[in-house]
């Protein structure tokens, strides 16, 4: 004879509030992941200066660096619209003034395709 397992409804009740209620603390992001509006700047070796991002909705900034280091990434105009793919890594933005601006078009700069600072 098989043992029969008895549930309360107390019980069922607590862990039925349990279960809905766990997606909506899942989903809050932790506070060193905020998202949007935050400044993010990044280095690379092989980029003229430091680059600022400020993060949309929905992004954060370990998503830009992901952007930058992934090679087959198209779409977004981070850092000038660079075509610099590959060895970004995030830095402090202390001092740096807005190096993601594409620089204008009587900038001389601009015609070596870099952004002025």
Do not use: H
């Amino acid at each position: 004879m098989k043992p029969t397992i008895r549930i309360s409804s107390t019980t069922a009740l607590v862990a039925l509030i349990v279960v809905a209620v766990a997606p909506i603390f899942a989903e809050t992001p932790a506070a060193e992941t905020t998202i949007g509006d935050d400044n993010c700047c990044f280095t690379n070796p092989r980029y003229s200066g430091t680059c600022e991002v400020t993060t949309g909705p929905d992004e954060t900034c370990a998503d830009v660096l992901a952007y930058l280091n992934n090679q087959a990434s198209v779409g977004k105009t981070y850092c000038g619209n660079t075509k610099v793919r590959g060895g970004w890594a995030e830095i402090e933005c202390e001092g740096v003034s807005t190096g993601c601006t594409p620089a204008s078009s009587d900038d001389p700069a601009a015609s070596r395709g870099r952004t002025r600072f």
